[in-house]
């Protein structure tokens, strides 16, 4: 089954306390992309990566950072969190030109 | 810049029946792609249809199709049929696929839809 997991699916933490929520596929998918949503604000891209060690900034990536070591895996770190970084967060894949697979979502809580 | 704007916040529409939801949308991009996206009450982020901008014909996938007036900049999805299941958030979103470009999608603020028994 064509998945793409995150984890963790909630996650509470305090400022300033380094965290990593990770994402992986099973589809072989080049293309991987982070976003975040906010009530009233839709969707917005932190991050995306066309492929292996290939990243680029979305629209918000500030106070986040991302690697791509290899293909099925595309991990969002925050090296020091912010309350305003307190989010739902989505991890996607695409084949075509839409994003046509998200995780599950992580409700991020950053007290 | 892009821009999305979903005017409709809430829409209530009656078991079986066809229901449509807005999107007008701003780009200086030749090429581009609409899609739309449905946020159960869940969470889970679950992708309905995809438009090109050089695409012809409206795009159908099931019961969802996406009315494309490209004159009027309008990319807006109808349900036919409508079902329980189909209560969720629902956002228009656009990216330029002119090759070269960044690919950072622009999402709406998202319609909510309620379907009555």
């Known amino acids: 089954e064509a998945q793409v997991t995150q984890n963790p699916r909630y996650l509470i933490t305090v400022t300033g306390k380094k965290l990593t929520v990770t994402c992986s596929q099973n589809?072989?998918?080049?293309?991987m992309s982070w976003y975040r949503q906010d009530p009233g604000l839709g969707l917005r891209q932190i991050y995306y990566?066309?492929?292996?060690?290939?990243?680029d900034k979305g629209d918000v990536p500030e106070g986040y950072k991302v690697s791509r070591k290899e293909k099925r895996n595309f991990p969002l770190i925050l090296e020091s969190p912010s309350p305003n970084q307190t989010s739902l967060y989505f991890c996607?894949?695409?084949?075509?030109?839409?994003?046509?697979?998200f995780g599950q979502g992580t409700r991020l809580t950053v007290v | 810049a892009q821009k999305i704007t979903q005017t409709q916040p809430g829409m209530f529409v009656q078991e079986k029946e066809a229901v449509t939801l807005d999107c007008t949308y701003d780009?200086?991009?030749?090429?581009?792609?609409l899609f739309w996206y449905k946020q159960p009450s869940s969470g889970e982020m679950i992708f309905l249809i995809y438009?090109?901008?050089?695409?012809?014909q409206n795009a159908t996938e099931g019961r969802y199709s996406l009315n494309f007036q490209k004159a009027r900049k309008s990319a807006n999805l109808v349900i036919s049929a409508s079902q329980l299941g189909d209560s969720a958030m629902y956002f228009c979103?656009?990216?330029?696929?002119?090759?070269?470009?960044?690919?950072?999608?622009?999402f709406g603020r998202g319609t909510s839809l309620i379907v009555h028994p």
């Open positions: 979103a656009m990216t330029p696929t002119s090759s070269g470009g960044s690919y950072i999608p622009t």
């Open positions: 780009t200086s991009d030749q090429s581009y792609g």
């Open positions: 996607a894949t695409k084949t075509g030109m839409a994003e046509a697979f």
């Open positions: 438009q090109g901008s050089y695409d012809e």
């Open positions: 589809m072989n998918h080049e293309y």
């Open positions: 990566s066309m492929n292996v060690e290939v990243t």
